[in-house]
């Protein structure tokens, strides 16, 4: 796989005006990246999980008016889709690169997984890395870093999974785009799995719910 990282070129394509050519830049700019990422990491992820991983690129193809304010490449073991499954995303903001475990709004496990986190909730704030973050919603770019939240924090963070509809939980890195590791196809990749390995303990028990649920 040859990745170069990401450039300057990349984030700048968020401050393209107009759907139609923000999309154009998109699909010019950032998304053959995604698809390299796509092919290796899809092949990383099964190895570690023992499934059948399909990675997902964004196409934003509702969108009708508003351009996208960021985009992605997310992995899950269906072929169909990933939005309803446990699953795991790289992508860029205008601001920062992401790269997430994430369970979103579609998902029919947040309530018994946030439930599940929550008693596990020790060992979860203990062995997250304090320089990762965490989200509760994937459409807006700001994030809590681990290190800067109590364990109340994030124990309403798993409430709020449990017991609100349109609730979501990501947690992952943020990475700007001037660090090098962005900036370096070798280190980002090697960030990157390094990442999702200290994450797979959080996708492996929202897959279990999610086997039991199904």
């Known amino acids: 796989m040859v990745f170069n990282g990401f450039t300057n070129e990349d984030f700048d394509v968020f401050a393209v005006d107009g759907l139609d050519e923000r999309m154009s830049a998109i699909k010019a700019t950032i998304r053959p990246k995604l698809e390299e990422l796509g092919e290796h990491f899809s092949a990383y992820l099964a190895e570690k999980t023992n499934e059948e991983i399909h990675y997902h690129v ?3 193809a509702r969108r009708k008016v508003n351009p996208p304010a960021d985009t992605w490449v997310a992995f899950a073991n269906s072929k169909r889709g990933y939005k309803k499954l446990p699953h795991f995303q790289i992508g860029l903001f205008g601001t920062h690169v992401f790269v997430w475990f994430a369970v979103i709004y579609e998902s029919p496990v947040k309530e018994e997984l946030g439930k599940t986190f929550k008693a596990e909730i020790d060992d979860i704030y203990n ?7 965490w989200s509760v919603d994937h459409t807006k770019p ?5 290190n800067n939240i109590s364990k109340e924090d994030l124990d309403k963070m798993f409430d709020r999974l449990t017991n609100v509809k349109k609730a979501e939980l990501l947690c992952g890195v943020c990475l700007l785009p001037d660090d ?3 900036q370096s196809g070798e280190a980002f990749i090697k960030k990157v799995e390094e990442t999702f390995t200290t994450l797979l303990p959080l996708y492996e028990t929202a897959q279990k719910i999610y086997l039991q649920e199904a």
Do not use: D, N, R, Y
């Open 58 to 60: 964004a196409k934003h």
């Open 127 to 133: 062995k997250i890395p304090g320089s990762f973050h």
């Open 142 to 146: 700001e994030t809590l870093q681990h």
């Open 180 to 182: 090098k590791t962005v």
